[in-house]
Nanobody, 123 residues
Framework: VQLQASGGGSVQAGGSLRLSCAAS????????MGWYRQALGKQRELVAV???????NYADSVKGRFTISRLNAENTVYLQMNSLKPEDTAVYYC??????????????????WGQGTLVTVSS
């Protein structure tokens, strides 16, 4: 399964960005999908996660400002980021727990990662 993220960019503090991430491949089902971020010199951290049924969970630092959503029919997850702060600056990675068919026809469970998209928030 391949994840393609898009929507990063540069914005001033207080601004908004919307990230998108689409999964493709021989997908049987996508379960949890989420967004993580890694700032320079820091460890990767969870930003938000959403189950297939729509239950969400957020890092305390983004509650009330970020909203995660998904379209199951399109295997796509979104992250709407409002009231951005300089401390939100990071590379954002999407993540998906997938079931797919490999070339041999076997069912494979995997945790897949997108390539990362840079979000820069200036003060």
């Amino acid at each position: 399964v391949q994840l393609q993220a898009s929507g990063g960019g540069s914005v001033q503090a207080g601004g908004s960005l919307r990230l998108s991430c689409a999964a493709s491949g021989s997908i049987i089902r996508i379960d949890d999908m989420g967004w993580y971020r890694q700032a320079l010199g820091k460890q990767r951290e969870l930003v938000a996660v959403i189950t297939r049924g729509g239950t969400t969970n957020y890092a305390d630092s983004v509650k009330g400002r970020f909203t995660i959503s998904r379209l199951n029919a399109e295997n796509t997850v979104y992250l709407q980021m409002n009231s951005l702060k300089p401390e939100d600056t990071a590379v954002y990675y999407c993540n998906a727990d997938s079931l797919s068919n490999n070339p041999g026809g076997e069912i494979v469970a995997a945790k897949d990662w997108g390539q990362g998209t840079l979000v820069t928030v200036s003060s």
